[in-house]
Structures are given as structure tokens and as C-alpha cells.
């Protein structure tokens, strides 16, 4: 099966500068990458994701970059703000499969004002 | 439109007896997930359910736990004689399980608590 593995686990960085969470998993045949975001005792909730057929995607502050050949994703947020404080899980899935999804083990973020 | 819904959102139960969780998800998602997660931890992937597929058992801790989904819609995880150890908040999310559409929709959580 998938395995995904995350890194840091925990991680602060200082408002206004950029953090990164790098991700890696083992089934080539994985091709949707998702990543969650969950606030302090709310749901995880979507906040990006990237298929294998684009190798970049930005939203606003975040990027997620994907490089198949090496198996691994990286969530970036640029401009840090306090509210990106949060845990951030990555996540892999072949979608073509019906396999379940796969979450990587969170990264705690700490954004200090 | 209606989100995932669990109930209860909050359970405590005494070592020892069982307990039942709830899990409405949305409307015509095909794709149901269990996770637990412990204060501060990470997903716990439990168990999955995938149309009318035999279910991913895989992640179940014990053989005190087990889920059903009945009619393809709402699921039930069951706990058989708690312990202190099962203490945490059960996630459930929904996905419509297609192809190129597979986001996860989570439900607030139920938080047990084993005394």
C-alpha cells in the first residue's frame, strides 16, 4: 500500500516569512495529492491540491509543488500570517484506483507575530 | 448544502462498555473514512468504505472495533469494551469517490472520553 511520509512534524517561523512542508510517498501510481489544513480543535479542511499531470499550482499565499520522478510534494506558504498557524497534513491517492487516501502525519505550524 | 455530520459530539462512558458513533455523510459521496485522532496527534485511519466494495479494515486497532454502513449512507463505528486507551475525538469524512474527484469532507468529530 501508500505510505507517506512528512516533514517536519513541527515547525515556526516568524510572521511575514515563508515556511515549507515537504512530503514524500511510495506508490507510483498515486496521482492526486491533497493537502489539509486543521485549525486548534476544528476539522480538517482542503486547502490545496495538485494532480500528477501539473508539476506547480499557486493559490494566493500557497504553492504546491510535485515531482514524480522523486516521488515527492511540498506545500509552500509565503508571507506568513498568525492565522496560517495550524496543523497541515499532505495526503496521496491513485483516484483511478478507489484506493483510500494516505495522510502524512501533520506538520504543526507556528507562525510568531 | 449539509455538511458531514457525526453525533454525538461528545461521548463519556465508563471503562468497559460500548459505545456507538454516528456518521451522516454528504449526499451521494460514495467514499466514507474512520479516523481517530489523540490530542495533538495525527489521522489515525481506521477503516474505509467504498460503494458497495467489502470495506478497508485495515486500520482497525482491535477486534473491539467495527463499522457498518447501511443502504450506502450513514455509517456506524462501534466501540466494544472501552478502555482508557480509546480516548480521543473519531473523525469521519466523505468523498464522492470518483475519479478525478476525491475531496475529503470531514465531520466535526466525536470526542470520547473512557473514564
Known amino acids: 500500500g501508500e505510505n507517506v511520509e512528512q516533514h517536519p512534524s513541527t515547525l515556526s517561523v516568524q510572521e511575514g516569512d515563508s515556511a515549507v512542508i515537504k512530503c514524500t510517498y511510495s506508490?507510483?501510481?498515486?496521482?492526486?495529492f491533497p493537502w489539509y489544513k486543521q485549525e486548534l480543535g476544528k476539522r480538517p479542511q482542503l486547502i490545496i491540491d495538485i494532480r500528477s499531470n501539473v508539476g506547480e499550482k499557486k493559490d494566493q499565499r500557497i504553492a504546491v509543488t510535485l515531482n514524480k520522478t522523486a516521488k515527492h510534494f511540498s506545500l509552500h506558504i509565503t508571507e506568513t500570517q498568525p492565522e496560517d498557524s495550524a496543523v497541515y497534513f499532505c495526503?496521496?491517492?491513485?483516484?483511478?484506483?478507489?484506493?483510500?487516501?494516505?495522510f502524512g502525519t501533520g506538520t504543526k505550524l507556528q507562525v510568531i507575530p | 448544502g449539509a455538511g458531514v455530520s457525526q453525533s454525538p459530539s461528545n461521548k463519556v462512558t465508563e471503562k468497559g462498555k460500548d459505545v456507538e458513533l454516528r456518521c451522516d455523510p454528504i449526499s451521494g459521496h460514495t467514499a466514507l473514512y474512520w479516523y481517530r485522532q489523540s490530542l495533538g496527534q495525527g489521522l489515525e485511519f481506521l477503516i474505509y468504505f467504498q460503494g458497495n466494495s467489502a470495506p478497508d479494515k485495515s486500520g482497525l486497532p482491535s477486534d473491539r472495533f467495527s463499522a457498518e454502513r447501511t443502504g450506502g449512507s450513514v455509517s456506524t463505528l462501534t466501540i466494544q469494551r472501552t478502555q482508557q486507551e480509546d480516548s480521543a475525538v473519531y473523525l469521519c469524512?466523505?468523498?464522492?469517490?470518483?475519479?478525478?474527484?476525491?475531496?475529503?469532507?470531514f465531520g466535526p468529530g466525536t470526542r470520547l472520553t473512557v473514564l
Open positions: 506508490d507510483s501510481a498515486s496521482n492526486y
Open positions: 469524512a466523505s468523498s464522492l469517490g470518483v475519479r478525478d474527484d476525491n475531496e475529503q469532507f
Open positions: 495526503a496521496a491517492i491513485n483516484s483511478g484506483g478507489y484506493q483510500k487516501v494516505t
